[in-house]
Every structure is written in structure tokens, then in C-alpha cells.
């Protein structure tokens, strides 16, 4: 196994239930199967268009994403991650609207401690691909880009990806699939 110098979480679906959180701001889509409304518009299968989505989070501002519930594995998760290593940060891909990086920012202070400040704000999680560097993320695009790029990605299991089976018991698929382990 190639050694683990650093890792970085994801936030959304991975940490904190952005899908829900979201689907229940969309009439009549909250009455939906929240997974299958999710994979549809992840897909861009022409059910909802990312505008129509994005209409009904942006007016709620920085509240909407401060308030997002915590999945019940976060903690088990960076429990697993911190035995690795002590060097792992949260990468997340920023809201489109400024009140959304705020609001983000005040979810992980809630959550993880105010003094917290290992966090980057970005699209382009790529750039900090290296060798001995894990990106743990939920959507299969950003894994390839980083394992493009020269580290080693982790498709977190959810509802929406490949690793959908899985999505009942994320933490013991990292475990037991990718032998997480300081090195």
C-alpha cells in the first residue's frame, strides 16, 4: 500500500445530507423517493434542470446550508480518516452564491468546532492531487479527476453512484475496500 500523507473529505453527501436537505425544498419533488429524484437530476435526465434546482435553495441564503443535518456515520468517518493521519482537510465544491460559502463555513464551525480550520472551498479538488494523497468523495467525476491528476481517490457510496450498495454502510465499505490504515 502506498503511504498516506494526507486526506481529503468532501462535505456534501459524504459528511452532511445536502440531497435531502435539498429535495425537500422542491415541491411537489419532496413527496418523491428522494434517491431516485436525486439520480435523475445528477444525471440531467431532463426532469429538472439544474436552474429549477438551484431556484429553490438560493433564496433560504447562508441558513440553508448551515443547517443541513449531519449524516449518521460523520463522525465514524473522521475517526476513521484521523487514525490515518492527522493531516486531513474538507474539500468541498462552493454553492453557487456567496451566502452559501458562509453558511458552509458556519456548518463545519457547528460541527466540527469553531477552532477547525482545515478547509478549502473549491471546484477543482484536482489541484491538490499528489502522490500519498486521498480525495474521499461521492461523485464519480471528481474521483477521475484526481486520480487523473496523481492521487488516490475513494468513491464514497450513496444513493447516487456506482457504489449505491454499499450506501447503508459507507464507512465499513472504506474500511474493508481500501484497508485504511496509517502506514
Not at 33 to 51: M, P, R
Request: glycine residues 4%; contains cysteine; proline residues 7%.
Amino acid at each position: 500500500m502506498n503511504q498516506v500523507n494526507r486526506i481529503l473529505l468532501d462535505m456534501d453527501e459524504v459528511l452532511c445530507d445536502f440531497r435531502k436537505a435539498a429535495i425537500e425544498l422542491m415541491p411537489p419533488y419532496s413527496s418523491l423517493d428522494l434517491a431516485a429524484h436525486w439520480v435523475q437530476w445528477n444525471e440531467g435526465d431532463g426532469t429538472i434542470t439544474a436552474e429549477e434546482f438551484w431556484k429553490h435553495i438560493l433564496p433560504h441564503g447562508s441558513k440553508f446550508w448551515e443547517n443541513i443535518s449531519p449524516l449518521p456515520w460523520m463522525k465514524e468517518l473522521i475517526d476513521l480518516v484521523n487514525s490515518v493521519t492527522e493531516d486531513w482537510h474538507l474539500i468541498s465544491s462552493p454553492p453557487p452564491c456567496p451566502e452559501g460559502y458562509r453558511g458552509k463555513i458556519r456548518w463545519i464551525k457547528n460541527n466540527l468546532g469553531e477552532s477547525f480550520d482545515r478547509i478549502c472551498l473549491t471546484p477543482h479538488k484536482h489541484l491538490f492531487a499528489q502522490d500519498g494523497v486521498i480525495l474521499i468523495d461521492d461523485r464519480q467525476k471528481n474521483c477521475d479527476d484526481f486520480t487523473k491528476a496523481g492521487g488516490r481517490a475513494i468513491l464514497f457510496p450513496s444513493l447516487h453512484n456506482r457504489m449505491s450498495r454499499y450506501a447503508h454502510s459507507p464507512v465499513s465499505y472504506v474500511k474493508s475496500h481500501y484497508l485504511l490504515r496509517r502506514s
